[in-house]
């Protein structure tokens, strides 16, 4: 992490600010209404154990671009979010297993990347001050002992080998009442965790294996709608337009023409509102792997002729995502230009929301200096800055300009609420299949 003045706030270049300034005005103005509809949507649909939600911030529209269901990276929030985080998984739990005494966090299987079990770390840390005994399983076959690994800030973990007997998991004598993923099951659901008896959190069903973007932004395109309605604003000032395609092969050129006229079409919607707006941008589309993180299997067009001369390179770029996967269905989304920059070197800058349950705890900023304004910045080289103030994804403050940064924030905060709402949703639609 580097040691950026907690104090500095991001610097927003935009000449086109009016739309995103009505927004913001919007959100202010409509606190206690806002308030009141989440926490009855959110009694209708519990919210996940914990999420988190990358926005895009383009001066003329705020909106998010992908919610991760299994978030890393809670290292990078502001040290001063910790009571938070403890607090709101001291509730989360209570509410998913009463009577836990006992939690496993099941990671990644990469242990070679020190600064994700950072962020594995930190959750154990917390869900311990939080009043519970957590240990960390491991889905690793070649860790058969207690391993050791020491990490960057000087911290060390146990993994521990995960023994399943009967319909339960366990590692050495523990036995916990619960086991909360922080692995998003992108190599498949591993048969050892298959109808437990232990309460699963997130579910199995909410891995990547069964889940797919286009899949959650569809309801989130029904949540935005709704609280567009409340607020009384152009749901698409807070929603990228969408579509997806069929089954693709890169390597085999198959799919091609299915995914270039729907490029075509999704450019075509993105420049008449654009036009509406009079907003002078170039529109662009973001065409991304349907399943998986990590900013794998991502690239970024203007036209649909640059699909079709894609080199091999870029073919086989797009090919692969995580775990050795095979993209085999894209969502293409309309591209959102960040808008924001930090430093003197202004580094272009997108926020992330960290949620725990339907609170909102943090969350920081993913910069990178080689990336414009217009690229995907979950890439390596990026670095990370936590959010300015350790309250402001909570409450506005009435007393401070509207275009201050706790203001600009709070916006982040319920903007990042909505897309944790369409994923309480699909859960709900999850369990109902």
């Keep these: 992490m580097n040691s950026q003045n907690l104090s500095t706030v991001p610097h927003l270049i935009t000449a086109n600010s009016h739309p995103i300034e009505e927004i913001e005005r919007h959100i202010l103005a409509r606190q206690d209404e806002i308030e009141l509809w989440f926490r009855q ?25 992908d919610t991760n269901l299994f978030p890393a990276g809670f290292n ?56 519970y005994r957590c ?25 521990y080998p995960i023994v399943r007997n009967g319909d339960q998991i366990s590692i050495g004598d523990f036995i916990p009442c619960a086991i909360v993923l922080n692995n998003d099951l992108s190599g498949g659901r591993p048969k050892i965790l298959e109808k437990i008896s232990q309460t699963l959190i997130p579910p199995l069903d909410l891995g ?23 607020i009384k604003i152009d749901p698409w000032l807070i929603n990228p337009l969408f579509t997806n395609c069929g ?23 993105i420049q008449l509102k654009y036009d509406e707006y009079g907003i002078t941008d170039k529109p662009y589309v973001v065409i991304k792997a349907d399943q998986g993180t990590y900013g794998m299997g991502i690239m970024v067009v203007s036209s649909a002729e640059e699909l079709r001369k894609l080199n091999r390179k870029q ?25 924001e920059t930090w430093g003197e070197n202004r580094l272009t800058a997108e926020p992330v929301v960290y949620m725990i349950d339907h609170y909102v705890v943090g969350g920081f900023y993913r910069m990178h200096s080689k990336k414009s304004a217009t690229d995907n910045l979950n890439s390596p080289g990026m670095s990370f800055q ?22 600009r924030f709070y916006a982040y905060g319920v903007i990042g609420r909505l897309a944790l709402l369409a994923a309480a949703r699909e859960i709900e639609e999850s369990k109902a299949e």
């Design 41 to 65: 949507q959110f009694n209708r649909s519990p919210a996940p154990f914990y999420a988190s939600v990358d926005l895009r911030n383009a001066g003329f529209k705020l909106a998010p671009v």
């Design 76 to 131: 990078n929030l502001n040290p001063a979010s910790k009571p938070l985080c403890i607090q709101a998984i001291q509730i989360t739990l209570e509410r998913f297993c009463p009577e836990a005494r006992g939690i496993m966090i099941v990671p990644e299987n990469h242990t070679r990347n020190l600064f994700y079990l950072e962020n594995v770390a930190t959750i154990q840390e917390y869900i311990s001050l939080a009043g």
């Design 135 to 159: 240990a960390l399983g491991t889905l690793r076959e070649d860790i058969t002992t207690p391993t050791d690994i020491t990490l960057p800030s000087g911290r060390a973990i146990t993994l």
């Design 208 to 230: 990547w294996t069964n889940r797919f973007k286009s899949d959650h932004f569809q309801i989130y395109d029904d949540v935005a709608n709704s609280f567009a309605e409340l």
């Design 247 to 269: 089954a693709i092969d890169f390597m085999k050129r198959e799919g091609e023409d299915c995914l270039a006229k729907n490029t075509e079409s999704l450019l075509k919607r």
């Design 315 to 339: 073919r086989t770029s797009m090919s692969t995502i995580k775990e050795g996967g095979d993209t085999s269905e894209v969502i293409l989304q309309e591209g959102v230009p960040t808008r």
């Design 386 to 407: 936590p959010l300015a103030f350790a309250e402001a994804c909570n409450t506005p403050d009435p007393e401070l300009d509207e275009d201050a940064s706790p203001n």
